[in-house]
Nanobody, 120 residues
Framework: QVQLVESGGGLVQTGGSLNLSCAAS????????MGWYRQTHEENQRELVA????????RYADSVKGRFTISRDNVKNMIYLQMNSLQPEDTDVYYC?????????????WGQGTQVTVSS
């Protein structure tokens, strides 16, 4: 089992920056896929913000490209999301996610979420 704990959310003005952190219990494997998601308006749905994979590299939602940067530290078991030029539409709950391969399937682990609020 992996436990993920996010931090770094908060209230910021339009154009400001935040750096989200996610601490993972246990070790992160280079084969783990790490990512950040945010809640959508649909119930129980989360949309991809950014994802990093050893196999495929980094991928971002179109809405955050050029503004957000995902990074990871496999030694410290941390994943980060640097968020710049924040806009009111970025307001949401952000979740850290880890996908770990187990045999032929993937296990999904989620943090509890951290609120990001961007004031206009």
């Amino acid at each position: 089992q992996v436990q993920l704990v996010e931090s770094g959310g908060g209230l910021v003005q339009t154009g400001g920056s935040l750096n989200l952190s996610c601490a993972a219990s246990g070790s992160i494997s280079i084969d783990d896929i790490m990512g950040w998601y945010r809640q959508t308006h649909e119930e129980n749905q989360r949309e991809l913000v950014a994802i990093e994979s050893n196999q495929t590299g980094q991928r971002y939602a179109d809405s955050v490209k050029g503004r957000f940067t995902i990074s990871r530290d496999n030694v410290k078991n941390m994943i980060y999301l640097q968020m710049n030029s924040l806009q009111p539409e970025d307001t949401d709950v952000y979740y850290c996610n880890l996908k770990r391969m187990r045999g032929t399937t993937w296990d999904d682990f989620w943090g509890q979420g951290t609120q990001v609020t961007v004031s206009s």
